[in-house]
């Protein structure tokens, strides 16, 4: 009975994250004239990831404002930069990544007077939602059932290795609390030690004191 649940389990985390991947979809933000607004995503080490963005255009038909220009920097947790992009209004990118945390995509809006407000469109993907299953259809001419297929196998795929990814972490993050608690117990010990060592020195300060005084 046990294993029949977690077998329902596991094929729902899999649905669900079957799902989820195939509704990535973009972010549509505003950014006001001489701010900055950043967005943050979390990718493991070895994996594809690509983005593109672009400034939505206020008036239809018409050519975008001068003002409608943004600076575009994507740059890891350890602050090595992997896109840059200068006075533009729109943009891609796509790197592998070389190592695992925090990757930061950064928007800034030249200050203008009057203030400017610009709406950006971004679409960031990573891992297995970064591949293109459309091109990859046409290329190889499968058939629709075939490429279901080989999507959810690339998506098991991806889960295995994330719970992988997540395992490690909480490796390294219980070393750490090894770590910290036996400092924090050394610690302890030695504040012990000193709280005596200054309390018998004392006594015998106070002792010293009293035999001068011939009091004791």
Not at 40 to 66: A, Q, R
Not at 83 to 92: L, R
Not at 177 to 191: D, E, G, P
């Amino acid at each position: 009975m046990k294993i029949q649940i977690e077998k329902q389990s596991l094929f729902i985390i899999l649905i669900s994250g079957f799902l989820l991947w195939n509704q990535v979809e973009s972010i549509r933000f505003d950014l006001e004239s001489g701010h900055t607004k950043c967005i943050s995503e979390d990718i493991k080490s070895n994996s594809m990831t690509v983005g593109k963005y672009h400034i939505v255009n206020p008036n239809d038909g018409h050519p975008l404002p001068d003002s409608h220009k943004i600076t575009v920097r994507v740059t890891s947790a350890y602050g090595n930069s992997y896109h840059y992009s200068d006075h533009v209004t729109e943009g891609h990118f796509a790197f592998q990544t070389a190592e695992a945390g925090d990757y930061m995509a950064c928007f800034f809006a030249g200050d203008h007077k009057p203030s400017t407000t610009i709406t950006v469109d971004f679409d960031w993907k990573s891992g297995i939602a970064s591949k293109d299953w459309t091109n990859v259809a046409k290329k190889g001419s499968v058939e629709v059932m075939e490429l279901e297929l080989k999507k959810m196998f690339d998506t098991v795929q991806s889960i295995h290795d994330e719970m992988f990814y997540l395992r490690e972490r909480e490796e390294e993050m219980q070393e750490l609390n090894r770590s910290t608690n036996s400092k924090m117990a050394w610690l302890s010990f030695l504040s012990f030690f000193i709280c005596l060592s200054v309390a018998g020195m004392q006594l015998w300060h106070l002792k010293s004191f009293f035999e001068k005084k011939k009091l004791i």
